[in-house]
């Protein structure tokens, strides 16, 4: 039996995927803090000719620069959100979401 289509329940494919790239967009920090504390975890033996500070040095220097590389990644497929200041929502996504105007982050 064929049920009659009522409103769809899911956002727009834009919508939620812009949303994802914000959620991904507020854990960098917490992404960058895990890959930079990850080489305090390692014990290498810390021998004169073991070379383990350049490794060190060179895993902080990549993971510095992929951050970098990530970052302006979402930043470029976020711009037209951050420059419209929101995304054109329907009324029902927007009385459903939890932040009001108030409370919307200023960028």
Known sequence: ???????SVFLERRIYRMRRKLDALRLMPLLAGILFLI????QP???AASGAT??????VFLVWAGLIVML????HQLRPY????G?????EAQMASPAS???RAPF
């Open 54 to 59: 350049s490794r060190v040095m060179i895993y």
């Open 82 to 85: 951050l420059r419209s200041g």
């Open 87 to 91: 995304l054109d929502l329907p009324l």
């Open 1 to 7: 039996m064929i049920r009659p289509r009522g409103p």
């Open 101 to 103: 105007e108030k409370e």
């Open 45 to 47: 033996d810390f021998g």
């Open 39 to 42: 080489p305090l975890f390692i």
């Open 72 to 75: 302006g990644a979402l930043l």
